[in-house]
């Protein structure tokens, strides 16, 4: 079973603030992912890595940012919100161990008022 | 330009029938991949198809994979409520594949009704 995690589910803000979304997995994957998706629309990449300390823009161009510094933990923050950002975020991971099929997490559901 | 596309993109069908889900995709892969996503939820790994015929069967749904006509198939058999939900095909981004990138496709959105 997949093990990854987002915190929080739920978020409702105001625009201007600070967040960071949260994501962590306990698989050891090498690769991780961040997708934004409206409700009932398709998934875009918004970020990706491949590893530690390296990090790459997804198709999908965002104000947010990421880091990778260990190998479990993949935040995403936006340094100030808008309503814009509204949206749902999904993280991901995978490996060549698993073919590359990637395991998703619960998501966290961004309000920003 | 790799492109995934799903069709059809919404479907309404009643419980018990049979229908359906076709992923064209537009470049060179070995591999695919379907997702099942519920109303405000997360992505759930439903098939992974490793090679060209594969074939994967769980309950009321069945995948198939024909790498050399580019197109994969997801059947439904004798439709039932629990079916309703978004269905996702992915395929890999060969030429950057050491990335693990997926392109997805724009989802099937399956409605049964009693």
């Known amino acids: 079973e997949a093990d990854i995690y987002q915190t929080p589910r739920y978020l409702v803000i105001g625009t201007g603030k600070k967040i960071t979304l949260e994501c962590s997995q306990t698989?050891?994957?090498?690769?991780m992912y961040w997708y934004q998706q409206d409700p009932g629309m398709e998934l875009h990449l918004i970020h990706y890595?491949?590893?530690?300390?390296?990090?790459e823009k997804g198709d999908l161009s965002s104000e947010s940012t990421v880091s990778r510094i260990r190998t479990e933990h993949f935040p995403l923050t936006l340094e100030s919100a808008r309503p814009s950002h509204t949206s749902q975020y999904l993280c991901?991971?995978?490996?060549?161990?698993?073919?590359?099929?990637?395991?998703f997490g619960p998501g966290t559901r961004l309000t920003v008022l | 330009e790799l492109k995934v596309e799903q069709n059809p993109l919404f479907l309404s069908m009643q419980e018990e029938k049979n229908y359906t889900i076709y992923c064209n995709y537009s470049?060179?892969?070995?591999?695919l991949y379907w997702y099942r996503q519920d109303p405000g939820k997360s992505l759930e790994s439903l098939f992974v198809?490793?090679?060209?015929?594969a074939v994967k069967q769980e309950g009321r749904l069945m995948a198939s994979l024909d790498t050399k006509a580019r197109l994969s198939t997801l059947h439904i058999t004798a439709a039932v409520h629990d079916l309703s939900a978004t269905y996702f095909c992915?395929?890999?981004?060969?030429?950057?594949?050491?990335?693990?990138?997926?392109?997805f496709g724009q989802g099937t959105t399956l409605q049964v009704k009693p």
């Open positions: 198809l490793l090679s060209n015929g």
């Open positions: 992915a395929v890999p981004m060969w030429l950057t594949f050491n990335t693990g990138k997926l392109i």
């Open positions: 991901a991971s995978s490996d060549a161990g698993t073919g590359n099929e990637q395991f």
């Open positions: 698989m050891g994957h090498d690769k």
């Open positions: 470049t060179t892969s070995d591999r």
């Open positions: 890595s491949y590893g530690v300390n390296s990090t």
